[in-house]
């Protein structure tokens, strides 16, 4: 296996980690050499549920003894896609009472980018400064930081950057800005939550100019941070919201919520605004639907809570500068990169998969899954304890 993976698989990286995956089930990962992993990251907060929920397993074994793929998103009336879309709306705020299915989290924010500029009828875009919004050409647009936009200019004109959290951003949301674009708690940049004042005043410059408000929430969405959105900690509605990760309960499906009157824009001119083959597939629909009942019938949105506290409690040693976040999406600031290297590289071969984010070297991303028990908990805990001395 290891020889097709190095000959025939494409890497992007110079050095891949290579564990040679056997299955994976609830908080962990097992290998083909017989060891078994702690997963601290859930493929990048996808596995929320951990691996192979019954319940999610049981959805995607009924809906692939009915049918797979028929007809693009839209078109068919297709019981797993109306049902998922029904349960997300009902409990999403009642201006966002449509979700348009997409495959991936730099899928539907290119539809969000679309959808805004064409509703307002205006081109500009307002972004943030260490913002990550996905690897295609629109959302790598928007996305604030130049070592990864820089080999790939000329990128979409008319993007402005500004510091997040800062209101020198107010004075340039203008009557000419088609949408501002953000994470409400900032991923891949450093696990950085946004202000609540700070938010509230953008929120309300754009509704003063007829601007749109793109929350991206494609890693926080879905009980990561507590609540099944981060928006609910500030009490900031977007207009258009973009989810993906672990919106599928581990298969691959992506989406953005929004007013019936905004996504009106994608209705004509031209026909099939943004044609997706496999947007909505009805088996991760079906996957989606199932990992969302139990998320919302279960105590595990409050379990992130726990997690925070346990870990907030137990990593307050030497070495941690800082840790942020919410709920279980959590980053440790670490003294310096040797020691965050040590750290990450010893974890891994105590057992103990976790993450960096790809914006900083002293920044390891902790993204377990919600169903963590105390004990696997303590032991992941006490892993990283050993390898920070
Ligand atoms: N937005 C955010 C906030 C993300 O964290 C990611 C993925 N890390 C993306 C967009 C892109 O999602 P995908 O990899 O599914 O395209």
């Not at 110079?14 to 994976?24: K, T, W």
């Not at 049981?58 to 068919?76: D, K, N, P, T």
């Not at 290119?110 to 205006?122: P, Q, S, W």
């Not at 914006?359 to 105390?374: F, G, K, Q, W, Y």
Request: hydrophobic share 40%.
């Amino acid at each position: 296996m290891k020889e097709l993976f190095n000959r025939h698989i494409a890497h992007t990286s110079e050095h891949p980690i290579g564990l040679e995956i056997d299955y994976a089930e609830g908080p962990f990962i097992c290998t083909t050499d017989g060891r078994q992993y702690i997963d601290f990251i859930s493929g990048i907060a996808v596995s929320s549920l951990g691996h192979r929920h019954p319940e999610v397993i049981r959805a995607i074994e009924e809906q692939i003894s009915r049918h797979l793929h028929v007809m693009v998103y839209g078109e068919f009336i297709q019981k797993s896609q109306s049902e998922f879309a029904g349960l997300l709306t009902s409990l999403l705020p009642e201006n966002l009472d449509r979700i348009y299915f997409v495959n991936s989290g730099t899928e539907a924010n290119e539809a969000a980018l679309k959808l805004a500029r064409k509703h307002t009828g205006r081109k500009a875009f307002i972004a943030f400064n260490n913002s990550y919004h996905g690897d295609t050409m629109g959302s790598l647009s928007v996305t604030g930081r130049d070592v990864y936009r820089d080999p790939y200019l000329p990128l979409l004109s008319d993007v402005h950057f500004f510091d997040f959290n800062d209101s020198s951003v107010l004075k340039d949301i203008s009557n000419e800005t088609a949408a501002v674009i953000m994470e409400p708690i900032q991923g891949e940049g450093g696990i950085i939550p946004a202000n609540t004042d700070w938010l509230t005043s953008v929120r309300k410059k754009c509704s003063e100019t007829g601007t749109l408000l793109i929350f991206d929430e494609i890693q926080s969405g879905f009980g990561r941070t507590g609540k099944l959105f981060g928006f609910e900690h500030f009490d900031v509605i977007p207009d258009i919201l973009t989810m993906a990760k672990a919106m599928g309960g581990g298969l691959p499906i992506g989406g953005l919520a929004s007013s019936s009157e905004i996504f009106e824009a994608f209705k004509h001119n031209p026909p099939l605004n943004h044609v997706t083959t496999f947007g909505g597939h009805p088996v991760s629909c079906a996957s989606g639907h199932a990992a969302l009942k139990v998320l919302t019938n279960s105590n595990l949105m409050s379990n992130a809570a726990n997690i925070e506290q346990k870990i907030r409690a137990s990593l307050n040693i030497d070495g941690v500068v800082e840790i942020r976040g919410k709920g279980a999406m959590l980053g440790l600031e670490l003294e310096d990169k040797n020691l965050t290297e040590k750290m990450v590289i010893g974890a891994m071969n105590d057992g103990l998969i976790l993450g960096w984010t790809l914006h900083s070297n002293t920044l390891v991303r902790l993204a377990p899954p919600l169903i963590m028990d105390e004990k696997t908990l303590d032991r992941a805990i006490e892993i990283v304890i050993s390898n920070m001395k």
